[in-house]
Structures are given as C-alpha cells and as structure tokens.
C-alpha cells in the first residue's frame, strides 16, 4: 500500500478477505482493526515452530513502511507500546514475535531489511539474533536444522530459507551460506 489510509481501507474491506488486529501509521498512529480475541486474515498461508494456520493463532500488526526505508522514531514507540501490551496480556514471549517473512519464507519480506528487530530485542519484545561460534564447515543440513530449531519451520529450498533468515537477521549479508548465518539463528 502506498500509504496508511489506502493499508485500511484495504484491511476494511470484506472484498479482498485481508484483515489485521493493528494497523500502525508511520506517525504512529495506531488503529485496532480487529479484537485481539477474534481471527484476522493477515498471515495467509506459512507456518512458525511447526505449526500452521497462522491467523488461527496470532495477533497481527501492519505496518505502514514498505520496508525499505527506516521505520520512523514514532511508529517504532507505538509498537513498542503495542507489543508490551500484547505480550502481557497472552503471556508470549519473544520468540513468538516474528515478521511475517519468519513465517512464509519466499512469499512474504515484510517487515523488510530495514526494521530494527535489534532494538526490540534489546527490551524483550523479539528474541535477538544468536550470538553463537559455530566452528563446523557451514552445510545446508546445518543451517536447516538450527533454523527448524529457532521456529524457521515452513517448507521451502535452501537458499529460500537463507535470503529468510538473512533478511532478518544478516540484513546486510550477501554471498554464499557461512558460519554466520547459522550462528546468527536465536535458540529455541
């Protein structure tokens, strides 16, 4: 969506069967959409930590950033805010906070390569990346199987799920599969 306004009358219409708990403008506003109780459409097809139907089990938070520019100083209080909240009120912890990229590797990128996922990990609001040494030749299997352990649990090819964890967390990093991108996965 181009902007907020047009990301809600989207989300607002029963046409497009797309619907979000929040929505939250680049000023920060914030709009509930959808009672937390009841089931938003905003995930789709994907799966986290094994398990599938996302939008059965998840609260979901639009953005309005197309994720290739800085997320705005108060759009990042108002989630932050949000989330406190949210993660109070279900008793979810961190690890349960992901983008919607986490959870449909190839289909989805948001929230993008330049959402600040450290700085919510920094208050306990996303698990962060892993700090791990991972002394081991980097191989495929190793990387899938760290991934299926930090949640990374949807079907896809190997690259797929490298450009997935990358852009979460090795936004920057290109070139073949390495060390750190195996150590970079959190724990379970």
């Given at each position: 969506?181009?902007?907020?306004?047009?990301?809600?009358?989207?989300?607002?219409?029963?046409?497009?069967?797309?619907?979000?708990?929040?929505?939250?403008?680049?000023?920060?506003?914030?709009?509930?959409?959808?009672?937390?109780?009841?089931?938003?459409?905003?995930?789709?097809?994907?799966?986290?930590?094994?398990?599938?139907?996302?939008?059965?089990?998840?609260?979901?938070?639009?953005?309005?950033?197309?994720?290739?520019?800085?997320?705005?100083?108060?759009?990042?209080?108002?989630?932050?805010?949000?989330?406190?909240?949210?993660?109070?009120?279900?008793?979810?912890?961190?690890?349960?906070?992901?983008?919607?990229?986490?959870?449909?590797?190839?289909?989805?990128?948001?929230?993008?390569?330049?959402?600040?996922?450290?700085?919510?990990?920094?208050?306990?609001?996303?698990?962060?990346?892993?700090?791990?040494?991972?002394?081991?030749?980097?191989?495929?299997?190793?990387?899938?199987?760290?991934?299926?352990?930090?949640?990374?649990?949807?079907?896809?090819d190997d690259q797929t799920l490298l450009d997935t964890i990358r852009l979460r967390h090795r936004p920057q990093a290109t070139g073949p599969l390495c060390a750190t991108d195996i150590a970079s996965l959190p724990d379970a």
């Amino acid at each position: 969506m181009t902007s907020a306004d047009a990301a809600l009358e989207r989300l607002c219409d029963p046409r497009y069967e797309v619907s979000a708990h929040y929505l939250i403008g680049c000023t920060g506003t914030l709009w509930q959409l959808v009672s937390e109780e009841m089931r938003a459409w905003h995930a789709g097809a994907g799966e986290w930590g094994g398990l599938g139907d996302i939008n059965s089990r998840s609260i979901g938070i639009e953005l309005d950033n197309p994720g290739t520019h800085p997320f705005p100083e108060p759009q990042m209080q108002a989630l932050e805010l949000l989330l406190q909240g949210i993660l109070n009120r279900w008793i979810i912890p961190p690890q349960g906070v992901i983008g919607h990229s986490d959870m449909a590797p190839g289909r989805k990128i948001d929230p993008g390569p330049r959402f600040d996922w450290t700085r919510l990990s920094r208050q306990g609001l996303a698990a962060p990346s892993g700090k791990h040494t991972f002394t081991k030749q980097p191989t495929w299997e190793a990387l899938r199987t760290r991934a299926t352990q930090a949640g990374y649990s949807a079907p896809c090819d190997d690259q797929t799920l490298l450009d997935t964890i990358r852009l979460r967390h090795r936004p920057q990093a290109t070139g073949p599969l390495c060390a750190t991108d195996i150590a970079s996965l959190p724990d379970a």
